[in-house]
């Protein structure tokens, strides 16, 4: 088993760009196999996640010494968004693996039935199968600290608040432009219970991959005047749909990105026209966070250019960096019950299920404020963590929103239901979580 472990310094920082170093990883490591996409219509998405995941445990390294003494060890296997590539890299990387993050909902979809036969737990973070928040039926698979129902109620909450409440929601025309794949339609059920529950009209609108020709979808916009946009898009598809949104004149400030169509590679390449578009997010943004002080400091020497370069700071490196976070406090916690040494996937998934990110947990990372406290149960895969709404200033993010809690009591029996489904079709007995 290898180890592709980019190195950085001032003399090394083209390696950084050009590729990876190989070297043998140590029985005594902890192993992170990361699933990215460098490469592929993706790639700008796809490159800062990567780096936030290996800045994070290159800093943990360096700072800390891994964790509680045992050294981090990781290496990249290259998908290219595709899910049968992701799927080889799975079954390539598996021996040994501490958990994997599929990073691609396709992806895990394939991944769920496989992980209680390896025994290797899946996080994938906010996204995959939403129905995989009920532990009962998915013992090996989490996606806290929130999921796309969950976030779709959350948009229609937050929309509320702008127009004046719950009861006012009757009569809004609310559209969901998304990308017309298992990761963009998910969010598809929750808004049509919502709109029977509320009484606002909802218009489907769906964009194919990889998303650069949208102007059917924006006929229908035109013909449809929503009231608000809600996209859930990826890659190339949503700087695309920003740039028409403003030759069709619909408000910026009445379009709403999900997590994963709100970030710096989005707003930067559609120029000014991208001011004043929203998105919702599940962290902070930018640098001014001690844990990405850290990073700096640790993996780049304190070379500002050089992290810049990698993407410090945008959104999505910073959502790699509290992903890999999660996955090493999971880690942690299955020390405290198994001792200070290398975990085997079954003691991981036991960390995943008793995970508790408490405030003092956060602070000591260096991310008081970055991301919201929560806790794991066995029945609770998700934990239903709340949602924040930021919108683009034409260089950089603000938050526009407080901390919004999903519909809890709409979206958990969907989820449950779901689960159940899923159970019945696979021949699956759930576990008791008393």
Known sequence: MKMRNLLLSAAGFAAVVAGVMESKIAVADQFFPMLTYRTGAYAPNGIPVANGFRDYYDMLNKRDGGINGVKISWEECETKYDTKVGVECYEKMKKGATLFNPLSTGITYQLIPKASVDKIPILSMGYGQTAAADGRVFEWIFNFPTTYWSQASAFVKYVASEVGGMDKLNGVHLAHIYHNSAYSKEANPTLEALSEKYGFKLTLIAVDHPGQEQKAAWLQVRRARPDWIFMSGWGVMNQVAIKEAVTTGFPMDHFVGNWWSGSESDTVPAGDGAFGYKSSNLHGT???????????????????????????????????????????EAVRTAQGKYGNEVMSGEQVRWGLENLSITEAKLK???????????????????????????????????????????????????????????????????????
């Open 286 to 328: 930018g640098t001014d966070w001690p844990v990405i002080q850290d990073i700096i400091k640790y993996v780049y020497n304190g070379d500002m250019q050089a992290a810049t370069e990698n993407k410090v700071g945008d959104v999505l490196f910073n959502r790699g960096v509290v992903n890999a976070m999660f996955g090493t």
């Open 364 to 434: 000591g990372l260096g991310m008081e404020g970055f991301t919201k406290p929560f806790t794991v149960s066995c029945a609770d895969h998700e934990t239903g963590g709340p949602v924040i709404f930021q919108q683009w200033t034409g260089d950089g993010w603000k938050f526009v929103s407080d901390w919004i809690t999903p519909i809890r009591e709409v979206v958990r029996p969907m989820v449950e239901e779901a689960a159940a489904a899923y159970a019945k079709e696979n021949k699956i007995t759930p576990r008791s979580c008393n």
